[in-house]
């Protein structure tokens, strides 16, 4: 099955259905206790991941019983997001906020065909906003289009950023944000890589950057951004793609800026 425009549609609304769905069972479970178990270092999972992605699935495989699946809580292999069509699913990005009572968090549902984001939908259930995009279509928050920001200086710029596990990684992020905090506006960190991403569609951050993102991270949200006039880059300023865990997210118009504030 191609990705026609007939197709497109009946993918966005399952993507849709699914993630408020996932986003339902999470409204539910953000009042009660929380089950809260280590699966690695400074990485956590809670009863209400694992709750919301059975509901995201049940979604998934009633409209499209034919297609993969690739989710966070479910173990499979990330190689397999290179070829055909498959569903990209974190059913709460952001478990450390939530397991925390931070109100920022997010489900996200992507698909992609042969690696590349053609259908997006992440959702705050809390704050009930549901960011949306299918290739080609545009990008929509709450059904009004979105676009990304015309920031062009750094001076004026509202960066946000997340921190990822790994020590490694933190000092890496810190290299950029030495060099970035000093010449930006402000700086955000959001504790959801969906949230932070789409925040720069819809025009409310100018840039975003996180080095240690996993495919459910970036499926959906890539096709939004890219929807709303921003773009993706690796941290050396190559095109980005699901081989690269690394992503710094434009508006794009700022990356001059950038790369020129990095030394590129």
């Known amino acids: 099955m191609g990705s026609s425009g007939a197709h497109l549609e009946v993918w966005l609304l399952t993507a849709i259905e699914a993630a408020l769905a996932g986003g339902a069972v999470l409204r539910t479970h953000w009042p ?4 809260v178990q280590e699966k690695g270092f400074r990485d956590w999972v809670t009863s209400a991941d694992l709750a919301a ?4 699935l049940a979604v998934i495989r009633r409209h499209s019983p034919e297609h993969r699946i690739l989710a966070e809580e479910e173990g499979r292999s990330v190689a397999e997001v290179e070829q055909g069509i498959v569903w990209v699913v974190d059913p709460l990005d952001g478990t450390t906020n939530f397991a925390r009572r931070f109100p920022c968090f997010s489900v996200s549902v992507g698909l ?16 009930d906003m ?6 080609g279509r545009g990008a929509f928050l709450n059904g009004k289009p979105i676009r990304a920001s015309e920031t062009e200086r750094l001076e004026q710029a509202l960066i946000g950023l997340d921190w990822g596990h790994r020590n490694e990684t933190r000092e890496q992020i810190l290299g ?3 060099r970035l905090a000093v010449r930006c506006q402000t700086v955000r960190s959001i504790g959801s890589a969906a949230l932070g991403m789409v925040y720069v569609a819809a025009g409310w951050l100018d840039l975003y950057f996180h080095f240690a993102l996993q495919p459910w991270d970036v499926a959906a949200a890539a096709v939004i951004v890219r929807e709303a006039g921003g773009a993706l880059y690796q941290p050396d300023g190559a095109p980005w793609s699901f081989q690269s865990s690394a992503a710094v997210v434009s508006n794009g118009r700022l990356e001059r800026a950038v790369w020129a504030a990095m030394g590129r």
């Open 112 to 127: 992609l065909v042969d690696g590349e984001p053609v259908v997006g939908a992440i959702y705050d259930p809390l704050k």
């Open 130 to 135: 549901l960011f949306t995009a299918a290739r």
């Open 53 to 56: 992605q059975e509901a995201i």
């Open 176 to 178: 950029w944000l030495s």
């Open 32 to 35: 009660m206790s929380r089950q």
